[in-house]
């Protein structure tokens, strides 16, 4: 199993389809960086959608939290031939 390390997000700017899924595991397993490092990945992209759908900074701040938290507990029904992106994206 590879080991998550949240520095590498930083370096690499964007991860792969693997190091999605190790970061994934390392979130169900309730690694605090992990979770960090999930969030920092695609919360510009979460949060410039639901702006362009509402148009309110506030409103879209609340969407793209109320999205992580949905994203954060759906982790464990995560498929892994699936992409992370869509799923914090996609409309329910």
């Known amino acids: 199993m590879k080991?998550?390390?949240?520095?590498r997000v930083n370096?690499?700017?964007?991860?792969n389809n693997a190091d999605s899924?190790?970061?994934?595991h390392e979130c169900i397993a309730g690694n605090?960086?992990?979770i960090e490092a999930f969030v920092r990945q695609y919360e510009t992209d979460v949060?410039?959608?639901?702006l362009s759908i509402v148009g309110d900074q506030a409103e879209a701040n609340e969407i793209t939290q109320e999205t992580f938290l949905l994203a954060l507990k759906s982790f464990r029904s995560y498929q892994e031939r699936n992409s992370i992106k869509p799923g914090c994206i996609q409309s329910p």
């Open 3 to 7: 080991v998550f390390i949240p520095s």
């Open 21 to 24: 899924v190790s970061l994934i």
């Open 32 to 34: 605090e960086d992990a």
């Open 47 to 50: 949060f410039r959608l639901a």
């Open 11 to 15: 370096q690499i700017g964007r991860m």
